[in-house]
């Protein structure tokens, strides 16, 4: 995590595309021009055509998608370039977010409103699970920048107040708070709480994780599909859980 390069990156991407009375004319969003400068600066390197799809970054030697969600999309992209390049898929998760209405009439602003949902890494994972058959290639490797961000959406719904089905016009970063990484598949064992027993339950782990139960249920869908973690049985009619004999769980670093 290098949070100087992420200020310059930020300051160059806000100074140069965020115009306020401009709604709607941003060509690109702003975290994920904020993050391709900050893994890398050097602007040569970035959208770079490579069989037949356009790379966010290609430094001669790695491949690097931002991806701000919508995996799915990115299927035939790794499917082109795994068998050829190391590629190391970006994923920003917004760690605190606040909220900001735009009327679109008007360009008014409504005041800051901070969301009650902190992110965490485990948020990656139901994209995780649209690529699951691509998770364990040796040339596949993740970053989960965890980011501050102002998220500005428009007052364009359905609802009376006309926030439900609305529109999010940017996000705007404000301070990487941490980087999560994973160079080989072996790292995602990290996800698992130490303070668990050997044996757990879903529920269990969302408790120690701090998530929601369906969010554990993702994750550990995907650490068994890795075979990070195995099945053993069942307490009651949950199943349980456990690490993978291979596997070493890690001290608990997540956020």
Known sequence: ????????????????????????????????????????????????????????IYTGERIIEIQNGNFNRLRDKLQAFLPLYPVTVVLPIPHYKWLVWIDEESG???????????????HAFPELYKIKAFLAHPNLSFAFPLIDIDEYRLLNGWSRDRKKGSQRYDRLPLALYDEVCFERKEDFIQVIPYELEEA???????????????LAQVTLHILHHMQLVERNGKRGREYLYGVAEGSSKLPDEIN
């Not at 757990?200 to 369906?214: H, Y």
């Open 1 to 56: 995590m290098n949070t100087d390069r992420f200020e310059q990156a930020k300051l160059k991407v806000l100074l140069k595309q965020h115009d306020p009375h401009g709604f709607g004319t941003l060509q690109e969003k702003s975290v994920h021009a904020v993050m391709k400068l900050y893994y890398e600066p050097n602007m040569d390197y970035h959208e770079v055509p490579i069989e037949g799809y356009i790379a966010d």
């Open 108 to 122: 008014a602003l409504s005041g800051r409103r901070k969301s009650p949902v902190t992110g965490t890494v485990y």
């Open 200 to 214: 757990f339950t879903v529920k269990e782990f969302a408790r120690a994780a701090g998530i929601s139960r369906d």
